[in-house]
């Protein structure tokens, strides 16, 4: 849907991702949207250098975030959340459900 204002469908997943969970990697977005992994991270990439996305190194992974000094964050956040509405139901339940569990504790790795 926002594919043609952005010039990209990747990028249009990962705003899409970043709005609905916040914060997300690149193989997570690409797992979530079951796409190969360069296109994913040369989205990422793209709208850290606009100033969209910052991030930051957790460990080995390099998690993005929205930039909180980004000018048109609000509207930004706004669109996106409302091109998220009018998606279908399967994708917005698997958006805003996250289940992510802690690692057990003395699990072997």
């Known amino acids: 849907m926002l594919s043609a204002l952005l010039g990209s469908i990747n990028k249009e997943r990962v ?3 970043m709005a609905a969970r916040r914060r ?5 977005i690409a ?4 796409v190969p992994l360069f296109p994913v991270q040369k989205a990422l990439d793209a709208m850290e250098i606009a100033g969209v996305l910052t991030s930051r190194t957790v460990g080995r992974t390099r998690e993005y975030e929205f930039n909180p000094r980004y000018p048109a964050r609000e509207q930004l956040l706004a669109l996106v959340d409302r091109a998220i509405q009018l998606s279908p139901q399967v994708l917005r339940d698997s958006l805003l459900i996250y289940r992510a569990r802690p690692r ?6």
């Open 15 to 17: 705003l899409v991702y």
């Open 24 to 28: 997300g990697y690149a193989r997570e």
């Open 104 to 109: 057990r504790r003395g699990k072997p790795s």
């Open 31 to 34: 797992r979530f949207f079951d």
